[in-house]
């Protein structure tokens, strides 16, 4: 780049955006790139603190404008379930297309970050998100940048786009309430109407309900009955800790053709047990904890079972860190 005295720049083409602050009352970019400079833009770019101007040489022909680079790493994102921003000051940003998961390739994206001067931000992956929110944020540091990062960028980030949001597709769950207490009416159910509220942003709703005594006999075939009455997921609640007549997860393991897990690193609400049915359908039982607190495990669970993201060791075990609510 030629650096030139913003006095003898008149006719010159400016090669970046040049932003205005005002703290409290304006921010933007009366000159934007490929503006060409008038003898009436003098006092204002002088006014902002630019006693100079940059314009592209010749010899930066191996260099990639910071734009330029926005676009080719929204490009490394782009797909039908985000949209972009204008570039504005060498940076894009995506936006959610749809309600959804926020689902990122973490991996891929560290190892882009770890290039050079180039950066793709993001919100935390597998976090709700509503249509239009913000997402990421591209740009490089530089105003020109080696072509050669962003070629190692698309080779990293290869054919499948970093981050998509998958959308909240389960509608329908039942719940299991367990407990002689609550059964013989002894105390009243508190956790349905929980459940309800929280999932209720998701688009749930609860086809069938069962309330049954503290037997694993009767809490499996609970479990079965609301799967055959529609429900796209199991909540199992009561009877979760570790004391010998807490049932509950002997019977989800009954009902399940395998258990992800019983404890999760996440508090508070860690005594959460997830498992599958043969078919897919998931069964969690939620532990006293949601009853007092928010958010809890289950909150932080919620966003995979709506977007019908299967749940693995690894991702209960990557839990811990942040995993303190």
């Not at 400079?37 to 006014?47: K, M, N």
């Not at 985000?82 to 959610?96: C, T």
């Not at 897990?261 to 998931?282: E, F, K, Q, R």
Request: some cysteine; overall charge negative.
């Amino acid at each position: 780049m030629k650096k030139i005295h913003v006095r003898d720049a008149v006719g010159e083409v400016l090669c970046h955006d040049i932003a205005r602050i005002v703290i409290g009352k304006v921010k933007d970019t009366p000159f934007r790139r490929g503006q060409r400079i008038t003898a009436e833009d003098i006092p204002l770019l002088l006014s902002l603190g630019k006693e100079h101007i940059f314009v592209m040489e010749p010899s930066d022909t191996n260099k990639m404008h910071e734009e330029d680079v926005a676009a080719a790493l929204y490009a490394l994102c782009a797909n039908d379930s985000i949209y972009p921003s204008e570039v504005r000051e060498g940076k894009i940003e995506a936006f959610a297309a749809h309600d959804g998961m926020l689902s990122i390739d973490v991996d891929r994206l560290n190892a882009i970050n770890g290039i050079g001067e180039l950066t793709i931000v993001t919100k935390w992956s597998h976090t709700a998100v509503e249509k239009d929110d913000k997402l990421a944020g591209m740009r490089c540091i530089p105003l020109l940048l080696d072509t050669s990062e962003v070629e190692e960028a698309k080779r990293i980030a290869g054919d499948e786009p970093l981050l998509k949001v998958v959308p909240f597709t389960v509608k329908t769950m039942g719940i299991v309430t367990t407990g002689s207490e609550v059964a013989t009416g002894r105390i009243k159910d508190a956790f349905t109407p929980i459940i309800k509220e929280r999932t209720a942003p998701f688009g749930m709703e609860l086809v069938a309900h069962e309330i049954v005594t503290d037997d694993t006999d009767l809490i499996a075939e609970a479990i079965r009955r609301v799967k055959a009455a529609g429900a796209d997921i199991v909540f199992c609640t009561g009877g979760m800790s570790v004391d010998p007549d807490d049932l509950t997860p002997g019977a989800i393991a009954r009902c399940a053709e395998r258990v992800v897990t019983y404890g999760l690193p996440v508090l508070p609400g860690s005594m959460v047990c997830i498992a599958y049915m043969a078919d897919g359908t998931p069964i969690v039982g939620l532990p006293g904890g949601v009853l007092f607190s928010k958010p809890t495990a289950f909150d932080v669970l919620l966003p995979y079972l709506a977007s019908r993201t299967e749940i693995t060791k690894e991702d209960c075990v990557k839990l811990g860190h942040g995993g303190l609510q």
